[in-house]
């Protein structure tokens, strides 16, 4: 049985919790840093991080969760959290990784959280490998159709109905907005809206897995443009489709199998089933 270590990473404004799952290998062969998705999306993700998190340690991997400010266990509320605070905590956790161990590093981010990975890369001095899971492309839509669930909400209730335009406007003018349970932050949401899925200068292998309930699926297109430009950029990179839910966004808790050998193959770490 793999022994994990739960513990709080010290940090400006209060502890992050951090669960670190060791290899298992004689010889260790990367360190993996898991960057949460938005909201609730963490919380629909947390199994199969876990899953995904024992397998790589299984394959010779040492994996670092960490709940960013605000978010999970780690100190702070959500409505007090910034873009550039959570960008911080991932540097933070890198830095703490490299620590331990001078083995190949990997951000591995989950929608929005590739997101934070290629922004806090920029500030690391080491040359970090990117493993996505359905990367988004930018942290506009991402915002949008978060506010969609605000109006929604407002529709069930019958409450006054209020714009995206509206609520863009009360962020701009400095107020926080709540939206299923969640205080949103200008601070947070203008981050949040400006991030581009964009590779630093210092990258190395960029790894990119898609999910599918549909047979025979392909990257969707805005995906296989992004990707066939960084090729074309002379980037490492690698993509494909595996088949299985949308487990960051179903009403139950969902495992993908598919997806945890696909990302297992995907850093050279296959385990026999």
């Known amino acids: 049985m793999i022994q994990r270590e739960a513990f709080f990473l ?18 260790e062969r990367g360190v993996v840093l898991y960057i949460h998705p938005f909201a609730e999306e963490m919380n629909k993700s947390r199994r199969m991080a876990a899953l995904q998190s024992l397998a790589l340690a299984s394959a010779g991997f040492g994996v ?3 709940d960013l400010y605000g978010c999970g266990d780690s100190s702070g509320d959500f409505g007090d959290a910034s873009w550039d605070s959570w960008v911080a905590d991932v540097g933070h956790a890198c830095h703490w990784l490299q620590e331990r161990s001078s083995a190949p590093v990997w951000l591995w981010g989950l929608r929005a959280g ?3 990975a290629v922004n806090a890369a920029v500030n690391l001095k080491t040359c970090p490998n990117f493993l996505f899971w359905q990367p988004v492309l930018a942290g506009k839509p991402v915002l949008q159709q978060f506010l969609r669930l605000k109006l929604a909400g407002e529709l069930i209730g019958n409450e006054g109905n209020k714009s995206a335009e509206e609520m863009r406007q009360q962020l701009a003018r400095g107020e926080a907005i709540e939206v299923a349970g969640y205080q949103l932050s200008p601070a947070l949401t203008h981050g949040l809206e400006a991030a581009e ?19 025979e699926a392909t990257l969707a297109p805005v995906s296989h443009k992004r990707l066939e430009e960084w090729k074309k950029g002379g980037l490492a990179v690698r993509s494909r489709v595996v088949s299985g839910p949308s487990f960051w966004q179903t009403s139950e808790i969902e495992e993908a199998p598919a997806l945890i050998q696909a990302t297992l193959d995907a850093l050279g770490g296959r385990v026999a089933p």
């Open 197 to 215: 899925l964009q590779l630093p200068p210092n990258t190395g292998r960029v790894e990119w897995i898609e999910l599918s309930s549909r047979a």
């Open 114 to 116: 590739c997101l934070l």
């Open 64 to 66: 670092l969760q960490i």
């Open 10 to 27: 010290p940090a400006g404004a209060g502890p992050r919790f951090c669960l670190y799952t060791p290899s298992q290998g004689e010889e």
